[in-house]
């Protein structure tokens, strides 16, 4: 069962990557870095990463993907996309890929509990979450200052 | 097996970072990048050090699709989206 979820992963990952930076039409490779993250996370789950594969899919096909294409679709008119590429294909694939990964990822037994990481970035490393939150609020600042006349 | 795919997509976010000039793709391709290293991470460490790992790099990752998008937001204001028209961002 693992090794076909490592073979469908690796396939998800493959074509993702090279369809996202290939396409010649940027939603279309948005759509390849959708897939290429689902099979990021089935690595993870193959792994017995849970928590990342969790957080794979919540954070990047979730979060990092819908921003791109907000602000994609700050430069294009919205309806123009869907009707280029069908929104019921790209939620289709989207959703197909996600049936497939997850439920063999569900199968790898996980033995890291979420209560291990709190020591590890409280205690030990707490400093160095401190310079991550910071360069984000950096980011965050910066990207503010870059727009700040925009209209 | 997943080490020589992790390199593998390694090589193709390096050659989008290389080849591309549309900010969009080049945040794409870092992404990709920064997606097989965490792979490889996972693959190779200790378990809880290397998924901790893994989550500082997903912290990097936000906050480089956070000035990318900032970026390309900026070039789209002058109608672009080709990083080599970039010359105010210049020190």
């Known amino acids: ?151 | 097996m997943i080490i020589a795919i992790a390199i593998i997509l390694f090589g193709i976010g390096v050659y989008g970072v290389l080849a591309r000039r549309d900010i969009l793709r080049i945040i794409m391709s870092v992404a990709i990048m920064l997606g097989s290293i965490t792979v490889l991470a996972v693959a190779l460490g200790s378990q809880l050090i290397s998924q901790s790992f893994v989550l500082f790099v997903w912290s990097v990752e936000v906050l480089e699709i956070i000035l990318g998008l900032a970026i390309f937001l900026y070039l789209a204001r002058h109608d672009t989206k080709d990083i080599n028209k970039l010359q105010e961002l210049k020190w």
């Open chain 1, 1 to 151: 069962m693992t090794d076909v979820l490592t073979v469908i992963s690796s396939l998800l990952c493959i074509v993702g990557a090279l369809t996202s930076i290939s396409a010649k039409e940027i939603m279309r490779g948005m759509l390849g870095l959708t897939v290429f993250f689902i099979g990021i996370a089935g690595f993870f789950g193959k792994l017995g990463a849970w928590y990342l594969a969790a957080g794979q899919l919540f954070l990047f096909v979730g979060g990092v993907v819908t921003l791109l294409v907000l602000a994609f679709s700050f430069t294009k008119t919205p309806a123009s996309i869907i009707e280029r590429f069908g929104s019921f294909a790209i939620a289709g694939i989207v959703t197909v890929a996600l049936l497939f990964v997850l439920p063999l990822a569900s199968v790898v037994y996980q033995p890291l509990e979420l209560t291990d990481f709190a020591p590890f970035f409280f205690a030990q490393y707490g400093w160095v979450v401190n310079m991550a939150l910071f360069l984000l609020l950096s980011a965050v600042i910066g990207a503010q200052y870059l727009l700040e006349d925009y209209t």
